[in-house]
């Protein structure tokens, strides 16, 4: 599976983006799908997650009630949007998919089999 983050920009605060991860070569259908972010000499950190089939949501108590993930239309369609955004909310992110995630370790990356490559989000205060 191939993963394309896309839809990261320049904000100010208090503003929001909507970030899409696309995949090819297979389907959501199977999959927990993931953002994690990371700042420069961080490890990256988790935000979200949604189990495709269920549609059940997982968020890091950072963006809970400011971020949401969802299916896309599509099967291979994932997005987050992401409203009120703080300057801190400025990282690189990553989307990611895994087959074989249960709760306890679906907020952590070791966890996730593929990778898109990283959009970049920053927010100025």
């Known amino acids: 599976v191939q993963l394309q983050a896309s839809g990261g920009g320049a904000v100010q605060a208090g503003g929001s983006l909507r970030l899409s991860c696309e995949a090819s070569g297979d389907t959501f259908s199977r999959y927990t799908v993931g953002w994690f972010r990371r700042v420069p000499g961080k490890e990256r950190d988790f935000v979200a997650a949604i189990r495709w089939s269920s549609m059940i949501t997982y968020y890091a108590d950072s963006v809970k009630g400011r971020f949401t993930i969802s299916r896309g239309n599509a099967r291979n369609t994932v997005t987050l949007q992401m409203n009120s955004l703080k300057p801190e909310d400025a990282a690189v992110y990553y989307c990611?998919?895994?087959?074989?995630?249960?709760?306890?370790?679906?907020?952590?990356?070791?966890?996730?089999?593929?990778w898109g490559q990283g959009t970049q989000v920053t927010v100025s205060s």
């Open positions: 990611s998919a895994g087959s074989s995630l249960i709760t306890s370790n679906l907020r952590q990356a070791a966890g996730y089999d593929y």
